[in-house]
Each structure stands twice: as structure tokens, then as C-alpha cells.
């Protein structure tokens, strides 16, 4: 693995611990009623996506179990589509996605 897919790595594990951080003891309607943490947690996700983007096709290989492509189109449809975003998705994503078993 070269040196900058470990830091794009790193950069999806610290993006997904502030996830983590950002609905530690919230809801969906702290989502729906509290903008700076709707702003906060969809640029999370962003930096997951983008930096999953950048990671190369060999060190994807290494880990199938992960989505890559389901990660890179979270982070396509919440810039690309950002007039189309529901709330209900991003927590969904952060809370089913993020969240350990």
C-alpha cells in the first residue's frame, strides 16, 4: 500500500470517528432542527467520500468488505445533489453505517 492511501485512510477514519462524535446521545430531530449540526455531519460524510475517492484501485482490492462505491456516491450525491439531501438519509448513513453492533 502506497504512503498516500495510508493517509487517505486515516482521513476516512478520523472523518468517521467525528461522525461518531457528532451523534453521540443526538437524533434525527436535533438533525432536522439544529442547521450547524446538519452542516457539520454532511461535510463529515463529504471527507469519507472524498477521501475513499482518492484511495487507489489496489488498495481498494485489499478491502472488498469495504463500499467504496457506495462511500464515494454518498459523498457524489451530497455536493452534486445537495439541493435533493434529506435528512433521513444522512442520519440513516451515519447512524446505521457508523454505528458498531
Do not use: C
Request: charged share 25%.
Amino acid at each position: 500500500m502506497n504512503a498516500r492511501d495510508i493517509v487517505r485512510l486515516r482521513h476516512m477514519r478520523d472523518e468517521a470517528m467525528t461522525v461518531l462524535q457528532f451523534i453521540h446521545g443526538r437524533s434525527q430531530a436535533d438533525l432536522d432542527q439544529d442547521k450547524l449540526f446538519s452542516y457539520g455531519l454532511r461535510y463529515a460524510l463529504q471527507i469519507v467520500g472524498e477521501a475513499a475517492a482518492q484511495v487507489s484501485s489496489e488498495t481498494r482490492t485489499l478491502y472488498p468488505e469495504i463500499r467504496w462505491g457506495e462511500i464515494v456516491g454518498m459523498r457524489q450525491w451530497l455536493v452534486h445533489g445537495y439541493e435533493r439531501v434529506k435528512n433521513e438519509v444522512i442520519w440513516r448513513t451515519a447512524t446505521e453505517v457508523y454505528l458498531p453492533s
